[in-house]
């Protein structure tokens, strides 16, 4: 990690660690809108109430199956963003696509509307353990920190969330369901990559053009398996980590204060 620090710094300057930065946040925002969205209908569904207090309830199956679907029904929604994100972040320099627009138009003109969603398959395969496991054990932490201080606190009087948690606390709790699901499903992560980024023209430097030989995802995990190594499976595992759980964590942080703000003015 400190070496691609140094290269993209010296070849790329200070702008160079943006790459691909607006088609990210064009994709976080659907992306995290229709996750929370579904989530929400999900877990309103299954505990008949659409009450924080009612959702806290849930059996953590429920709740590993309501991020499975929400994390699909949000990948499908924002697929085309991650992929122009990814693209535009791996083509090195000088840039074979200057602008996102370049990028579409080139992807539409060579692979059709369907080059948009190319990697998807493996994407979704990822997303449905990530998604759940992140939500999962997102919920169960949260459950356990709430025993935890019922029993350290049991006359406290500090402002808390309704779940007698507080910010630092959930924080925390994202911050660890993040770590987890991350750590488990980056193989996937990094099939998903390879296939996004097939066919793309960089420098020589680089190794010019991306080729990718992998038939679907499980030839995918299997070759790199036979030629990598297990090591293979988990390249760039710890900038993935260190950008994906303190991420994650301050994205459940804001949508828990904000959905109990929204919900106490609107009842």
């Known amino acids: 990690m400190l070496q691609a620090t140094r290269d993209i710094f010296r070849e790329e300057g200070l702008p160079g660690f943006w790459r691909g930065n607006v088609p990210a946040l064009l994709m976080v ?3 995290t809108a229709i996750q929370f969205t579904v989530l929400h209908r999900l877990k309103t569904y299954a505990a008949g109430s659409s009450k924080t207090e009612a959702h806290s309830q849930l059996s953590p199956y429920l ?9 699909c ?3 499908v929604g924002s697929y085309p963003f991650d992929l ?7 083509q090195g320099e000088p840039k074979i696509y200057p602008t996102m627009r370049s990028a579409l138009i080139d992807i539409i003109r060579t692979r059709g509307f369907r080059g948009l969603y190319a990697g998807l398959s493996p994407t979704l395969v990822e997303i449905v353990p990530y998604a759940g496991l992140q939500f999962g054990t997102y919920d169960t932490f949260k459950r356990w ?14 402002a808390k969330t309704e779940d007698g948690l507080s910010s630092f606390q959930l ?8 770590t987890c699901a991350k750590l488990v499903c980056h193989p996937l992560d990094v099939v998903k990559k390879r296939f996004q980024i097939e066919g793309l023209q960089r420098h020589p430097r680089y190794g010019a053009r991306v080729e990718q030989a992998y038939r679907n995802m499980f030839d995918g995990l ?5 030629t990598e190594g297990a090591a293979g499976l988990y390249k760039g595992i710890i900038p993935s980590t260190v ?23 609107l009842t």
Do not use: Q
């Not at 122009?84 to 791996?90: D, E, G, H, K, P």
């Not at 920190?145 to 009087?157: D, I, K, M, Q």
């Not at 924080?171 to 993040?178: D, H, I, K, P, T």
């Open 29 to 31: 925002m659907p992306y």
């Open 63 to 71: 709740s590993y199956i309501s991020g499975a679907l929400a994390g």
């Open 73 to 75: 029904a949000a990948t």
């Open 84 to 90: 122009l994100r990814t693209i535009l972040a791996s």
């Open 145 to 158: 920190t709430t025993v935890w201080n019922h029993r350290r606190y049991p006359n406290s009087g500090r």
């Open 171 to 178: 924080f925390l709790c994202g911050l660890a369901a993040g």
């Open 222 to 226: 299997r070759r790199i398996l036979k």
């Open 243 to 265: 950008k994906a759980a303190p991420a994650g964590a301050v994205t459940f942080v804001a949508y828990e204060i904000t959905s109990d703000w929204l919900e106490s003015i």
